[in-house]
């Protein structure tokens, strides 16, 4: 699967200014509303939802809000970098400072599923989440995390 089709160079963000979780959610809704042409309180709202039902901090300061968004004809992500780490309900309990935000339509379940996979992947790679902490562009930290990342 080749993520830059899903997640966009336009669509990536560092030094995303937020204190709380909850704040990085709206953050999130709004930049989505702008990048997909879709309503930010119903994004907000969707994801929302899905962090009620449990944490999308996966650990390792990696967090991975994602919800499903009605009209969502593909999976579509944002790729953000947090200005400070923030705790995100992690399950390992590491403040999050790198959020992979997914959407995707009822339809696309399955492929989200993969999506999710390998964005997994690729942060195992060696070096990889190493580079994106250190990136000091928005290109640099595209970049670090898009190369080579056909899995």
Known sequence: MNLSNIIRPEHTFIGLSVT????????I???????FEIDGQTVLKALESREKLGSTGIGNGIAVPHASIDGMTSPRGLLIRFAQPLDFDAIDDIPTDIAFALLFGENNRGEYL???AAIARRLQSEGVLAAMRKARSVDEFY???????RV
Do not use: C, G, M, Y
């Open 20 to 27: 709380t979780k909850w704040r990085a959610l709206q953050a």
């Open 29 to 35: 809704s709004e930049k989505a509303a702008k990048a």
């Open 114 to 116: 993969n999506v999710l």
């Open 143 to 149: 970049s670090d995390f898009i190369a080579d990342s």
